[in-house]
C-alpha cells in the first residue's frame, strides 16, 4: 500500500519506517514557530533554571499579534523576547514591523517541502502550501521542544480533496474552502492531514494554495498540503530557499485515504461564512444586502499581495460607502513595499481605505475592534462571537473581492456585478 | 470658598497627564480618584481628606487640557489648590467644575509637607497655622466667581441663561 | 487693537475690548477628538442636554485610534458616532489624521474666526490667523454646544520677534523647541503671544505651524501669526477656497516684545520629564533608542518624511529600532505616495501607520516598557504618556529623529556619516 504525504513528512522527521495513521511517533520538527506568545515559553525556560536549547536555528520568533504594543505590559513582552533572542543567539528573530509570522516566514525562504514544522498559532496548517507538514501546538510544546528537539505526535488519516477548474469569475481559493468548510463541518477534518489536488489546485499561485491550506484548520486538520511542482520551486527559488536544502515529498499514487471531497470550480459563486461559525456557510446571493459598518482586508488568510491587488482592481475609480470602515493591514512588510510600488496602495488610500501597519491587526483583535451592534465583513479566518471586540457583534467571512464589493456598496455584494 | 487642612505639596510643572494617568481617563470617577496623583506620592489618592490643600509650584496642570483631573481631585474631597502659577487650561477648568483655585507666587517657599492651612479664595486670603504665616492676593475676577459660587460654569449657565442666550455681553 | 482684540469684539458685538475684560462671544469651530468628544458628550449629555444650537460648528475627529484595539474603545468610539449623527455635527472617523491636521485639511478652520478645543494644542490654529484656544469640556458642553458661545477673558498680548538665520541642517523644529527652553515652561501664561520677525515671514505655513503649537508649553493663551501672502495662498488651496474675512491688527499697540536671534539655535532635544527640559543634540548624542517616530501635532508633515528619506537615503533603520512614520492626514499620505516616500522610506525599514496622532498617549500604538526610549516629533514628553512612567520619550526635528533611527542612538544628522 503505497503512503500518504503525512505519512512520509513524519518517517522523516522521526527516522522511523513504514508508519501507519494512530501511530505515536517522536518527531524532531525542523522549525519551531512562536509569535508574541514567546514570552510565555522564555518565563517557563527561566522557571526550568535556563536548560540549554536543543538547536537555537530551528527557533523562530515573530511579534505579529500585537504590534506594536498597545500598552506598557506588551511592550514588556515584546523586551523580554527581543533580549532572549539576542541573548540566545535566535538569528530568525522579526520584531513588530516584519508582518504576520507565516507570511513572513513563507516568502523568506525558511519553510520549505518536506520539513515538519510546528508554530503557536493553529493556522500554522498554511506551510502545506510549499509542501511542508505545518502544525499548531501549544506553547509549553514549543517550550519543551527548544529543549528536547522533538514532540510527540500522532500519525494522522489522510483526506483527499480535488479541486476542478478553472473557477467562475470573482470567486476565489477562499470561496473554495468556505464550501468546503460547510459542506463537511468544522470538525469534519479533525485530526487528518488534508491533501489538495486537482486540475484548479495545480493552476493555482503560491498564495491561494497558501489560503487553502489556511482555511484547512477550520475544518480541524491537522495540516494541509499541496503537492510542491514548478509553481511551489519558482517561489522558493526567488525566496531564496537552495534547491539542495529541502527534498520534495510527494504522496504515493495508491496512497490511502479516510475520504475524498471534491469541489467543482467552474459552478461555484462567492460564498459566506456567516455569524458565528465558520463553517455556517452560504452562497453570497443569501445574504446579499446585509448592512456592514466595517470591512476588514487582512489576516494569514487573505492579506497576502495577489488578495490586495484583486480588491484594488475591485476598488479602481470606487469609494468606499459613507459610515463604512475599510481597514487593509497587509500581511507582511515585502507586500507593503510591492503594493506601495506599483500603486496598489494609492488605489485602495484613493478609495477611502485606511491602510495599517503589516501584522495580524485587527484579526488577533488588535485594531478593528467592534461595538455593540455592529458588523463586520471580514478576509480573515473566523467568525466565532466577540473575537472582533463585543460579544454582541457580528462578522461575515469571505473573499477580498467580496469584501471590496461590500466595501464598495455597504451591503454585502456579489464581487462578479463589480468586475468588469 | 474656604478650605481649611493638612498641606500636600508638589513641584512645577506638574502636568494634568500625572494627575489622572490616561488609562484611567475612561473609568469611572470612583476608580479615577484611587490613582489621582500616584505617580508623585502614593500616599496621596488614599490618604487624602476632606478640606485638604494641594500646595504647587509654577505651571500646575500643564499639558492636556482635560478637565477630567481636575474633576478627579475635586472628588478626592480637597478644599483647594494654591499653587505659584497655573497652566491657563487647568485654572479655567477649575472654576468651571467648582475647584477652588489661588494663585498665590512664592506659596511654595511658606509650607511644608503636613502644615495645616486655611484658604479663603473669594477673599484671596491664604493662612499656613502650623507657621502663622499669612499673605493675602487680589481675589480672581468677579465672572470666575460667580461661577465658583454656582457651583460651574455648567450650573451658571442654567441659573443665567440670559447670559449666554440672549444678546452678548 | 491687534488681531485676537479685533476678533473677541466682533464675535462679542463690541466695538473694542482691553486686555483683562471678559467678554462671552460667539465660536465658530468646536473640535473634539475622540476621547475628548467623548467625555464632553457625556457631560453634555448627562448635565445640559437639549439640541446642539449650530452642529455645523462642530467636528469630531477620531485620531487616538485609527483601528481600536479593544472593545472599550470601539464601543466609545461607536457612542461617539452615534452622538455625530443624532446631534449632525462633522465626524472625521478614524483614519484621517491628526485633529488639527484633519480639520485644516477639511477647510474646516477659518481665518479671522474663532476655534475651541479640548484639546490643548488647539492654539496651533492661530497659524491661519484664527483666535484658537482650548477650552474645558464643561466650557463645550455648558456653553459652546447649547449657544454656540464660551467665555474669555482678553489676554495680554506679547510678542516675539525672531530675526537672523539658524545654522545649517537647523530645521523650524529645533527653533521652536529651542524658544521653549529659552522663554522656559509657563513663561507666557495666560498670554496672547506673536510670532513675527523676518525669520518667521520666511518660513512655510507648516513651518509657522509649529510655532503657534508651541504656545501650551509656554503657557500661554493663545497664539497667532498675522496673516500675510503665505497664509493667503496655503488657505485658498484648502477645499472651500479663499475666505471671506481676515483680521488683521491696526499696528501700534503697545506689547511686550521678545526678540530672539535663532542664528545661535543648533538642533534640540527636549529630554524628559518635560518639553522646556532642552539640550543641543550634541549634548545627548549616544543615548540609545528602540524607538523613532515621525507623526503627531508637530510632526507627519510632508516636511518630515522628505527630510527623513533625505537622511534614510543610502541607509537602513538601525536592527534593534522600530521607526514608525505616521502621516498627519490622507493629504499628506497620498502626497508622499506620489513623491515615492512612501516606497523609499518603507524599503529603508521605516513602518508606515495611518493618518492618525500615532503614539500621542498611546492608545493604539506606542506604548514601551520600562528602560525603553523613543525620539520624535511628538509634542509631549511626560513620564508614563507612552506606557511605562520608566520609559523616555525625546522630542526632536525629523532628521534628527530620522538620524537616531540610523544608528540606534540619539544623532546629530549633521554628522552622520
Given at each position: ?7 512520509k513528512?513524519?518517517e522523516?522527521?522521526?527516522g522511523e ?6 501511530q ?8 519551531y514557530m512562536?509569535h508574541?506568545?514567546?514570552?510565555r ?12 536549547l ?6 523562530a520568533m515573530?511579534m505579529?499579534h500585537?504590534a ?11 523586551a ?10 535566535v538569528?530568525?528573530?522579526f520584531?513588530?514591523?516584519?508582518g ?15 520539513e ?7 493556522h500554522s496548517?498554511i506551510?502545506?502550501?510549499l ?13 519543551a ?6 514532540l ?5 488519516e ?41 486540475s484548479?489546485v ?7 494554495r ?6 484547512a484548520?477550520?475544518?480541524g ?5 499541496v503537492?510542491?511542482?514548478a ?9 531564496g ?5 529541502y527534498?520534495v ?8 485515504y479516510?475520504q ?9 459563486v462567492?460564498?459566506?461564512a ?11 446571493t443569501?445574504?446579499a444586502?446585509?448592512k456592514?459598518d ?5 489576516s ?8 490586495l491587488?484583486i480588491?484594488?482592481d475591485?476598488?479602481a475609480?470606487?469609494?468606499v ?5 475599510l481597514?487593509?493591514?497587509p500581511?507582511s ?9 506599483d500603486?496598489?496602495?494609492?488605489t485602495l488610500?484613493a478609495a ?8 495580524c491587526?485587527?484579526?488577533a483583535?488588535?485594531?478593528?475592534a467592534?461595538?455593540?451592534?455592529e ?6 479566518n473566523?467568525?466565532?462571537?466577540g473575537?472582533?471586540g463585543?460579544y454582541?457583534s457580528?462578522?461575515?467571512?469571505g473573499s ?8 464598495v ?6 464581487p462578479q456585478?463589480l468586475?468588469a | 470658598?474656604r478650605?481649611r487642612?493638612?498641606?500636600?505639596t508638589?513641584?512645577?510643572n506638574i502636568p494634568?497627564d500625572?494627575l489622572?494617568?490616561t488609562?484611567?481617563?475612561v473609568?469611572?470617577?470612583?476608580v479615577?480618584v484611587q490613582?489621582?496623583l500616584?505617580?508623585?506620592n ?15 509650584g509654577?505651571?500646575f ?11 478627579a481631585?475635586r472628588?478626592?474631597?480637597i478644599?483647594?489648590?494654591v ?10 477648568n477649575?472654576f468651571e ?9 512664592g506659596v511654595?517657599?511658606?509650607?511644608s509637607?503636613?502644615d495645616?492651612?486655611s484658604v479663603d ?8 497655622e502650623t507657621?502663622?504665616v499669612?499673605?493675602?492676593v ?5 465672572f ?11 450650573a ?9 442666550a440672549d444678546?452678548?455681553? | 487693537?491687534?488681531?485676537?482684540e ?9 466695538r473694542?475690548?482691553?486686555?483683562g ?5 460667539e ?6 477628538h475622540?476621547l475628548s468628544g467623548?467625555l464632553?458628550s ?19 475627529v477620531f ?11 470601539a464601543?466609545?468610539?461607536e ?11 462633522h465626524?472625521?472617523?478614524?483614519g484621517?489624521?491628526n485633529?488639527?491636521?484633519a480639520?485644516?485639511q477639511?477647510?474646516l ?9 479640548s ?6 490654529h492661530?497659524?491661519?490667523?484664527a483666535?484658537a484656544?482650548a477650552?474645558?469640556n464643561?466650557s ?12 474669555f477673558r ?5 510678542r516675539?520677534?525672531l530675526?537672523g538665520?539658524p545654522?545649517?541642517?537647523t530645521?523650524a523644529?529645533?527653533v ?7 522663554i522656559?515652561?509657563?513663561g507666557l501664561?495666560?498670554?496672547a503671544?506673536?510670532f ?14 509649529l510655532?503657534?503649537?508651541?504656545c501650551?508649553d509656554?503657557?500661554a493663551?493663545c497664539s497667532?501669526?498675522?496673516?500675510d501672502?503665505v497664509?493667503e ?9 479663499a475666505p471671506?474675512?481676515?483680521e488683521r ?11 530672539f536671534?535663532?542664528?545661535e ?7 524628559p ?7 543641543d543634540?550634541?549634548d545627548?548624542?549616544?543615548r ?9 501635532h ?8 522628505r527630510?527623513a528619506a ?6 537602513r ?7 514608525n ?5 490622507r493629504v ?7 513623491e ?10 521605516a ?10 498617549q498611546a492608545y493604539n500604538?506606542g506604548?514601551?516598557?520600562a ?6 516629533t511628538h ?6 504618556r507612552n506606557g511605562s ?6 522630542l ?8 537616531s533611527a ?10 552622520l556619516?
Amino acid at each position: 500500500m503505497g503512503r500518504t504525504f503525512a505519512q512520509k513528512a513524519l518517517e522523516r522527521a522521526s527516522g522511523e519506517k513504514d508508519l501507519v495513521p494512530g501511530q505515536i511517533v517522536d518527531a524532531f520538527p525542523d522549525l519551531y514557530m512562536s509569535h508574541t506568545a514567546s514570552w510565555r515559553c522564555i518565563r517557563t525556560l527561566e522557571r526550568m533554571g535556563w536548560p540549554d536549547l536543543y538547536d537555537v536555528d530551528r527557533i523562530a520568533m515573530v511579534m505579529d499579534h500585537i504590534a506594536p504594543a498597545d500598552n506598557a505590559k506588551t511592550a514588556g513582552y515584546h523586551a523580554l523576547c527581543r533580549d532572549f533572542a539576542q541573548r540566545s543567539g535566535v538569528t530568525k528573530f522579526f520584531d513588530v514591523n516584519a508582518g504576520i509570522a507565516h507570511v513572513v516566514l513563507m516568502e523568506r525562504g525558511l519553510v520549505k517541502p518536506g520539513e515538519v514544522i510546528i508554530g503557536t498559532d493553529s493556522h500554522s496548517t498554511i506551510y502545506g502550501a510549499l509542501g511542508a507538514f505545518g502544525t499548531g501546538v501549544g506553547f509549553s510544546e514549543i517550550t519543551a521542544t527548544w529543549v528536547t528537539g522533538k514532540l510527540w505526535m500522532k500519525v494522522p488519516e489522510s483526506i483527499r480533496v480535488e479541486v476542478d477548474g478553472p473557477l467562475a469569475r470573482g470567486t476565489y481559493a477562499k470561496d473554495v474552502m468556505l464550501r468546503l468548510i460547510g459542506d463537511i463541518g468544522a470538525d469534519g477534518a479533525t485530526y487528518c492531514s488534508v491533501e489538495f489536488h486537482g486540475s484548479y489546485v495545480e493552476a493555482m499561485s503560491v498564495s491561494e494554495r497558501m489560503t487553502l491550506c489556511n482555511l484547512a484548520m477550520e475544518m480541524g486538520a491537522k495540516n494541509a498540503f499541496v503537492p510542491p511542482d514548478a509553481t511551489t520551486l519558482a517561489h522558493l527559488d526567488e525566496a531564496g530557499a537552495d534547491r539542495g536544502s529541502y527534498e520534495v515529498l510527494l504522496p504515493d499514487p495508491d496512497a490511502e485515504y479516510r475520504q475524498v471531497e471534491r469541489v467543482d470550480g467552474r459552478s461555484l459563486v462567492a460564498q459566506v461564512a456567516v455569524p458565528h461559525t465558520v463553517d455556517n456557510v452560504v452562497p453570497v446571493t443569501e445574504v446579499a444586502g446585509t448592512k456592514v459598518d466595517q470591512v476588514f482586508i487582512g489576516s494569514c488568510a487573505n492579506a497576502k499581495y495577489d488578495d490586495l491587488a484583486i480588491a484594488a482592481d475591485v476598488l479602481a475609480g470606487r469609494t468606499v460607502a459613507p459610515g463604512v470602515r475599510l481597514i487593509v493591514t497587509p500581511a507582511s512588510s515585502r507586500i507593503m513595499a510591492k503594493a506601495a510600488s506599483d500603486g496598489i496602495v494609492s488605489t485602495l488610500l484613493a478609495a477611502g481605505a485606511t491602510i495599517t501597519n503589516p501584522g495580524c491587526g485587527a484579526c488577533a483583535g488588535v485594531g478593528g475592534a467592534m461595538a455593540d451592534g455592529e458588523v463586520t465583513f471580514s478576509t480573515a479566518n473566523r467568525n466565532f462571537q466577540g473575537r472582533m471586540g463585543s460579544y454582541h457583534s457580528s462578522i461575515y467571512l469571505g473573499s477580498p473581492a467580496t469584501a471590496a464589493a461590500t466595501a464598495v456598496r455597504g451591503v454585502i455584494s456579489d464581487p462578479q456585478e463589480l468586475l468588469a | 470658598m474656604r478650605a481649611r487642612g493638612r498641606c500636600w505639596t508638589f513641584g512645577d510643572n506638574i502636568p494634568t497627564d500625572r494627575l489622572v494617568k490616561t488609562k484611567y481617563v475612561v473609568e469611572p470617577m470612583e476608580v479615577i480618584v484611587q490613582h489621582v496623583l500616584e505617580d508623585l506620592n502614593p500616599r496621596f489618592p488614599v490618604e487624602v481628606a476632606a478640606g485638604d490643600v494641594v500646595v504647587a509650584g509654577k505651571h500646575f496642570g500643564q499639558s492636556s487640557g482635560r478637565a477630567i483631573a481636575v474633576k478627579a481631585l475635586r472628588a478626592t474631597g480637597i478644599g483647594c489648590v494654591v499653587a505659584e502659577t497655573f497652566a491657563r487650561t487647568f485654572y479655567r477648568n477649575a472654576f468651571e467644575v467648582g475647584l477652588p483655585v489661588l494663585e498665590l507666587p512664592g506659596v511654595t517657599d511658606l509650607v511644608s509637607d503636613g502644615d495645616v492651612l486655611s484658604v479663603d479664595v473669594a477673599a484671596g486670603l491664604f493662612r499656613n497655622e502650623t507657621t502663622g504665616v499669612q499673605r493675602e492676593v487680589p481675589p480672581a475676577d468677579a465672572f470666575l466667581l460667580d461661577m465658583l459660587e454656582a457651583g460651574g460654569l455648567i450650573a451658571l449657565a442654567k441659573a443665567r441663561p440670559e447670559l449666554f442666550a440672549d444678546q452678548v455681553r | 487693537m491687534n488681531m485676537v482684540e479685533k476678533i473677541l469684539a466682533r464675535a462679542s458685538g463690541r466695538r473694542s475690548v482691553e486686555p483683562g475684560d471678559v467678554v462671552i462671544a460667539e465660536v465658530d469651530l468646536l473640535i473634539m477628538h475622540d476621547l475628548s468628544g467623548y467625555l464632553t458628550s457625556r457631560v453634555f449629555d448627562q448635565q445640559v442636554g437639549g439640541q446642539v444650537r449650530y452642529p455645523e460648528r462642530v467636528a469630531m475627529v477620531f485620531d487616538h485610534h485609527f483601528s481600536p484595539p479593544t472593545e472599550d474603545a470601539a464601543a466609545m468610539l461607536e457612542a461617539n458616532r452615534e452622538w455625530a449623527r443624532r446631534t449632525g455635527t462633522h465626524l472625521l472617523d478614524c483614519g484621517n489624521g491628526n485633529i488639527h491636521h484633519a480639520v485644516v485639511q477639511r477647510g474646516l478652520v477659518r481665518p479671522g474666526g474663532i476655534v475651541v478645543g479640548s484639546d490643548s494644542h488647539t492654539p496651533v490654529h492661530g497659524a491661519l490667523g484664527a483666535l484658537a484656544v482650548a477650552l474645558g469640556n464643561d466650557s463645550h458642553a455648558g456653553t459652546v454646544l447649547p449657544y454656540g458661545k464660551a467665555w474669555f477673558r482678553v489676554p495680554e498680548t506679547v510678542r516675539v520677534e525672531l530675526v537672523g538665520t539658524p545654522q545649517p541642517g537647523t530645521t523650524a523644529r529645533d527653533v521652536a523647541l529651542w524658544l521653549v527652553g529659552r522663554i522656559g515652561e509657563g513663561g507666557l501664561i495666560y498670554a496672547a503671544v506673536e510670532f513675527t520677525g523676518p525669520y518667521v515671514k520666511e518660513l512655510g505655513f507648516w513651518d509657522r505651524w509649529l510655532f503657534p503649537l508651541l504656545c501650551v508649553d509656554l503657557g500661554a493663551k493663545c497664539s497667532f501669526v498675522e496673516p500675510d501672502e503665505v497664509t493667503e495662498e496655503f488657505v485658498a488651496g484648502l477645499p472651500p477656497g479663499a475666505p471671506d474675512r481676515y483680521e488683521r491688527g491696526d499696528g501700534g499697540d503697545e506689547s511686550t516684545v521678545l526678540r530672539f536671534d535663532v542664528g545661535e539655535v543648533v538642533p534640540q532635544v527636549a529630554c524628559p520629564p518635560t518639553v522646556g527640559n532642552l539640550a543641543d543634540v550634541p549634548d545627548v548624542a549616544g543615548r540609545p533608542v528602540q524607538w523613532a517616530e515621525l507623526g503627531g501635532h508637530a510632526g507627519g508633515r510632508l516636511e518630515d518624511f522628505r527630510a527623513a528619506a533625505a537622511v534614510l537615503r543610502g541607509r537602513r533603520v538601525h536592527p534593534d529600532v522600530r521607526f514608525n512614520l505616521v502621516p498627519s492626514s490622507r493629504v499628506v499620505f497620498t502626497q508622499a505616495l506620489q513623491e515615492g516616500l512612501v516606497l523609499a522610506l518603507h524599503e529603508a525599514g521605516a513602518t508606515w501607520f495611518p493618518p492618525s496622532t500615532g503614539s500621542n498617549q498611546a492608545y493604539n500604538m506606542g506604548a514601551m516598557a520600562a528602560g525603553e526610549a523613543m525620539i520624535s516629533t511628538h509634542a509631549r514628553n511626560f513620564p508614563g504618556r507612552n506606557g511605562s512612567p520608566d520609559a523616555s520619550m525625546y522630542l526632536a526635528a525629523a532628521p534628527t529623529v530620522a538620524a537616531s533611527a540610523v544608528t540606534g542612538t540619539i544623532t546629530d544628522a549633521r554628522g552622520l556619516r
